[in-house]
Every structure is written in structure tokens, then in C-alpha cells.
């Protein structure tokens, strides 16, 4: 379901998973610890992009939109994922959850 709600977007997996990918496949490191979320950046033009990407990922995909944090998504077995804005939104970006709420509905 990412791959396709990604196509044609530049995705980036960041955070605690992005490092123990690093360290597992680079240097034969197994992590210590599991991190229990994937925290993806979006490189997006505008929010209407970065919602377009939110958005796919819902029907069919077994992804629920967290109310209380919107850049959150939760999927039934896999936990959960919060996808951040980067890129040329990022000049829009400063405050973004507050206009994310605005603008998500």
C-alpha cells in the first residue's frame, strides 16, 4: 500500500527504523531494541500532495487516521507509521500540525 500511495513521491525512511536498518544491513549490527513505529518523510510541494499520500494509504490498506495526531496513521498488524512533510513544503512546515488540522478535513 505505501509503494503505491508513493508513486512518483520521494519517500525517505527516517528515525529509529532508518537507523537500525543502517546499522543491520551495513554493519551486521542486530538492533538491541525494536522500535514499534516506522517514521516516514514525505517530500512534498504542497499539502495538498502530502495529503493526497495520507489519504491513499486509508481505503482497503487497513490504515486508520490517528485523531488525536494527524500525521499519524495505525495499521491493524503492522502498528504504527507517522509520515512527516519535507522538501519544498518546508518553508510551509514551520507550525505544520496546526495547519495540517486546518486543512485535513
Known amino acids: 500500500a505505501i509503494q503505491q500511495a508513493a ?3 520521494r519517500l525517505l525512511i527516517i528515525g529509529a527504523t532508518a537507523r537500525d536498518l543502517h546499522f543491520n544491513h551495513a554493519h551486521g549490527v542486530a538492533p538491541e531494541r525494536a522500535t514499534l ?3 516516514l518523510a514525505l517530500a512534498a510541494e ?3 500532495e502530502f495529503q493526497d499520500f495520507r489519504q491513499a494509504l486509508i481505503p482497503g490498506a ?3 487516521s490517528d485523531a488525536q495526531v494527524p500525521h499519524r496513521l495505525t495499521h491493524a498488524l503492522h502498528g504504527q507509521i507517522d ?3 519535507f ?3 518546508e518553508p510551509l512546515a514551520e507550525g505544520w500540525r496546526g495547519h495540517y488540522r486546518r486543512t485535513a478535513s
Do not use: K, T, Y
Request: no cysteine; glycine share 12%; aromatic share 12%.
Open 62 to 64: 487497513q490504515f486508520v
Open 87 to 89: 522538501g519544498a513544503i
Open 46 to 48: 504542497d499539502w495538498r
Open 7 to 9: 508513486a512518483g513521491s
Open 83 to 85: 509520515v512527516i512533510p
Open 37 to 39: 513505529d516506522l517514521d
